[in-house]
């Protein structure tokens, strides 16, 4: 009965391990898909000579990116 307690618990922990990889790469791909959007809309407000604020707006989303890569860039574990 042992065993079978045993295989329930490791088949648990590669479902639990697959999930937070698949969180940790939706992760990545939303930061690189806000990053891209963030300097699009600079370069667009650029050419178009809107307001500061627009452009104050879009660069604060690019930051905003660049904050959370390099807080996540800190934490991540030597393979």
């Given at each position: 009965?042992?065993?079978?307690?045993?295989?329930?618990?490791?088949?648990?922990?590669?479902?639990?391990?697959?999930?937070?990889?698949?969180?940790?790469?939706?992760?990545?791909?939303g930061l690189s898909v806000a990053a891209g959007?963030?300097?699009?809309?600079?370069?667009?407000?650029?050419?178009?000579?809107?307001?500061?604020?627009?452009?104050?707006?879009?660069?604060?989303?690019?930051g905003a990116v660049a904050a959370f890569k390099?807080?996540?860039?800190?934490?991540?574990?030597?393979?």
């Amino acid at each position: 009965m042992e065993w079978v307690l045993q295989v329930v618990d490791e088949i648990d922990d590669a479902v639990s391990s697959t999930r937070l990889w698949c969180l940790g790469f939706h992760a990545e791909v939303g930061l690189s898909v806000a990053a891209g959007i963030g300097a699009f809309a600079i370069g667009a407000a650029l050419w178009a000579g809107q307001e500061a604020l627009l452009i104050l707006s879009a660069t604060l989303v690019l930051g905003a990116v660049a904050a959370f890569k390099i807080h996540g860039a800190q934490f991540k574990q030597p393979v």
